[in-house]
């Protein structure tokens, strides 16, 4: 009978958790998991975003007070959204030294000095027709609007942010940014590029978080098609020669493949945004009790981090570190 059977049995090493946790190929604790903050104006505001469960806008003295718990919880990370005061067609509060985000960034490294705080570097939560660069003849003019992000990452480096990431997919702007803050002495602030960010349905909540739906059209001409993945490798190419130390690939689920391929053709870490909509279906779904929500939490971020990056954006970041 025995020799019937392959003398290699891999449900052997499957039989109790010590086994299952020797032999694990892929691991998820909180050192790879970025928790993103939305920072609206005001004082004491704490607004629950309805699309988001679990998720808020908050005012930069109550972001300060949340880092302080994140980080006691264990959060090692976060990336920050900021919605300014006014907006106008150009998205000028996105450069003010005293706006929303280095507010904020100030604020938090007081509370939490040991966070790694990241910087959303874009113009839609900025501009009041909410698309991310600067207009003209209604359409986003790509050169106009690299000078207004590198000014943009400038502010946030001078305010002590230690990664900042710019999601715009501009052309250009990676090396734009690089070179801005090497001039003004931030040659060792990193760039993590949002190299391949998809023109996906699954940004409505965000939106709702960061107040950035576009008021006319839709980003579909600088945002990716999702049916283009060699495209992707050509947008991570130009990054990382521009000098972005980081690419990320935005969403995660549905892009497996991409995060996969970039991590085999780049040296560089890779991200992967599991964005608003991701979020939001599993957390539908737990609410009506139709599966677990910490089980399908951890299998897909596990299949994230099995498909090559280095780095899980997830608004999931502080259950995971809480282990809630």
């Known amino acids: ?16 958790e010590a086994f299952r946790a020797l032999v694990r190929e892929t691991h998820v604790d909180a050192a790879h998991l970025v928790q993103p903050l939305f920072v609206v104006p005001g004082q004491g505001v704490e607004r629950p975003v309805a699309s988001m469960p679990g998720v808020a806008q908050r005012s930069v003295d109550r972001a300060a007070e949340y880092c302080r718990r994140l980080a006691g919880d264990g959060v090692k990370s976060i990336l920050l959204f900021g919605v300014p005061e006014h907006k106008d067609a150009d998205g000028s509060g ?61 502010a946030h480096a001078r305010a002590g942010a230690d990664l900042v990431a710019p999601s715009d997919m501009m052309d250009g702007r990676i090396g734009a940014v690089r070179r801005t803050l090497d001039e003004h002495g ?3 602030l990193p760039i993590m590029s949002y190299a391949a960010k998809y023109a996906s349905a699954l940004y409505g909540p965000f939106r709702d978080a960061a107040d950035s739906a576009p008021s006319f059209g839709d980003r579909r001409d600088y945002q990716m098609d999702p049916a283009n993945a060699e495209e992707a490798l050509r947008e991570v190419a130009l990054d990382v020669q521009e000098g972005a130390d980081l690419v990320m690939v935005k969403p995660a689920l549905p892009y497996l493949d991409v995060v996969r391929r970039v991590t085999e053709r780049f040296g560089v870490p890779v991200a992967a945004y599991q964005v608003s909509g991701e979020y939001a279906m599993i957390k539908a779904a737990a609410a009506q009790g139709w599966l677990d929500e910490r089980r399908v939490v951890l299998e897909t971020l596990t299949a994230i981090r099995r498909a090559g990056a280095s780095v899980v954006i997830t608004y999931f970041a502080h259950d995971v570190a809480r282990g809630s």
């Open 1 to 16: 009978m025995t020799g019937s059977f392959p003398t290699y049995r891999p449900r052997r090493l499957r039989r109790n």
């Open 94 to 154: 996105a450069v003010a030294e005293d706006g929303i985000i280095p507010r904020a960034l100030r604020a938090i490294r007081a509370a939490a000095p040991d966070l790694l705080l990241m910087t959303d570097v874009c113009l839609c939560e900025y501009t009041d027709h909410g698309h991310c660069g600067v207009l003209r003849d209604g359409r986003v003019d790509n050169d106009a609007t690299l000078p207004v992000l590198a000014a943009e990452a400038l």
């Open 186 to 188: 931030f040659a060792e």
